[in-house]
C-alpha cells in the first residue's frame, strides 16, 4: 500500500466496500516499464482499469492504448488520447463498433479469423491490423486458453488476405495470459512468431510490427520476478530472433500499470463457525466475487489482507464475500489464516487491487451497490 492511500484511508475512512488509488504510482509503474523495455511502445490495457484519472495520467505521459470495445475507445479519447494513439485490440468486435471507432479516427485493430478481417476491409478501409497468434499460456495465474488467436498457417494466409482486401498488414501479436510469472513464456512465443514474421516477409508481406501483448505480474502473496527480469528475457529473445532488424516492439501491460497502485477497503461482517470445534473459522466480508473480486475465481489470484490484528495468533480462514450465492466464496483451498481477534466491524485492507475489480462488480446483485471508486 503505498504511502498516500494508507493517509486517505486513514483520514477520510471511505464507505467500504471501496478502491483506493494513487495515480502517482500508476506513472511510476509505467516509468518502471518504459525503462526495462525502452524499445517498446505501451499501449495501457484500458481493461485493467478505465477510470479517467487513471487514463488521464497516462496521456500526460504519452502512453498508447490497447482498447477492447468501443466503450473504451470513446473513454481513451474523452481522456485526451490521439485516436492514431489508440488499438482496438478485441479480436471479437461488432461491425458497427468497428465502423464506430474508425469514424474516430482509430486505424489500428486486431484480428484472428477471416470473418473478423472482412469485417474491417468493409468497415475500417485501409487500416493497420495485426493478427493475434495461438500461444502456451503456462506460467499464467490467469490463463486465456484457447478463445483468442489463430494458429500460424492460418494467421499466414490471413495477413496475405490483408493486403489483397486494402488493408495495411501491419503486425503479429500474442498474448501469454495475465498474472505470467514466467519469463519463458514470452521467450517462446517471441520465438513462435518470428518464425511467421520471417516467413510473411519472404512472401512480400510488408509485416513491420510483433505485439507482445500484456501479462507483466504484480506481487500478490507470491514473490514474481522483477520487470527488468522480463525485459531482459524480452529483448534478448528479440534479438535473438531478429538481429538487429527489430521490428516496432508494441506491448500492452495492464495489470502491472495499476495492479499495486490500489487497495480495496472492506469491512469484516461475520466470523463463524460450522460447528463448535471446527479449527476453520469463516470470514465474510462487505466484497466478495459478485463485488469485483471475480479474479479470484478457482482461486486463480491469491490477493494477500491486511487487517487492524496483524502480528497477533493466527488461525485458518476460509473467506467469502456477503451475498447468498454460494459461488461468492473468495478463498477456501488456498490456505488462508488471519488473526484469531478477527471480529464483526474490523475494517481490512485488500493489497494490489488495483486491477480487474472496479470493472468486474455487478450492479446490484443481492441489492448491493457496485464498488466505491477513489483516485488519490
Ligand atoms: C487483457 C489483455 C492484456 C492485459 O493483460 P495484463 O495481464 O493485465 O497485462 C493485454 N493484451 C490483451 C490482448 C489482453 O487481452
Redesign the pocket.
Known amino acids: 500500500m503505498t504511502p498516500k492511500v494508507a493517509r486517505y484511508l486513514r483520514d477520510s475512512m471511505p464507505a467500504t466496500p471501496c478502491l483506493v488509488l494513487d495515480v502517482d504510482r500508476v506513472e511510476e509503474n509505467y516509468r518502471r516499464l518504459a525503462a526495462a523495455l525502452p524499445q517498446a511502445r505501451i ?1 495501457y ?1 484500458v ?2 482499469n478505465p477510470a479517467a484519472p487513471v487514463l488521464q495520467r497516462l496521456v500526460t505521459l504519452d502512453s498508447s492504448f ?1 482498447a ?1 470495445s468501443f466503450e473504451e475507445v470513446a473513454a481513451c479519447l474523452d481522456a485526451g488520447a490521439h485516436p492514431e494513439a489508440i488499438s482496438y ?3 471479437i468486435k461488432k461491425e458497427s463498433a468497428i465502423r464506430a471507432a474508425f469514424a474516430r479516427g482509430v486505424r489500428m485493430f ?1 484480428f484472428d479469423s477471416e470473418a473478423e478481417l472482412r469485417k474491417l476491409a468493409r468497415s475500417a478501409p485501409g487500416a493497420r491490423v495485426y493478427c ?1 497468434i495461438l500461444v502456451g499460456n503456462d506460467g ?1 495465474e ?1 490463463p ?1 486458453s484457447r478463445k ?1 488467436g489463430c494458429e500460424l498457417e492460418m494467421a499466414k494466409e490471413l495477413m496475405v488476405l490483408a493486403g489483397e482486401l486494402g488493408l495495411d498488414p501491419f503486425g503479429l ?1 500474442f ?1 501469454v ?4 510469472t514466467k519469463t519463458v513464456a514470452y521467450e517462446a512465443a517471441i520465438a513462435k512468431v518470428a518464425m511467421l514474421f520471417t516467413d510473411l516477409r519472404d512472401a512480400g508481406v510488408n509485416v513491420r510490427m510483433v ?1 507482445l ?5 504484480v506481487r500478490y502473496r507470491q514473490e514474481v520476478p522483477e520487470i527488468d527480469d522480463f525485459g531482459a528475457a524480452i529483448m534478448g529473445a528479440m534479438t535473438k530472433h531478429f538481429g538487429n532488424a527489430l521490428p516496432e516492439i508494441v ?7 495499476v ?1 499495486d497502485a490500489g487497495v480495496v477497503s472492506a469491512e469484516v461482517v461475520l466470523v463463524s463457525r460450522k460447528a463448535k470445534d471446527d479449527p476453520v473459522r469463516w470470514v465474510y466480508l462487505d466484497i466478495g466475487r459478485f463485488g469485483g473480486l471475480a479474479e479470484t475465481e478457482g482461486e486463480a489470484i491469491k490477493y494477500a489482507f491486511r487487517t487492524p490484528h496483524d502480528g497477533g495468533a493466527e488461525g485458518p480462514v476460509t473467506i467469502a464475500g456477503p451475498t447468498c450465492d454460494s459461488t461468492d466464496t473468495l478463498y477456501e483451498k488456498s490456505n488462508y489464516r488471519l488473526p484469531l481477534a478477527l471480529d464483526s466491524g474490523d475494517r481490512v485492507e485488500l493489497l494490489a487491487t488495483g ?2 475489480v472496479t470493472t468486474y462488480a455487478s450492479q446490484r446483485f443481492n441489492g448491493f451497490a457496485p464498488l466505491a471508486e477513489h483516485y488519490v
Do not use: C, M, V
Open positions: 499501449y490495457a481493461k485493467a490497447d477492447a485490440g478485441n479480436t486486431a493475434r499464467a490467469w486465456l483468442f501479436s498474448h495470459g495475465s498474472q505470467q505485439n501483448g500484456g501479462g507483466y505480474p506491448i500492452e501491460p495492464g495489470r502491472f500499470i495492479g486491477a480487474y
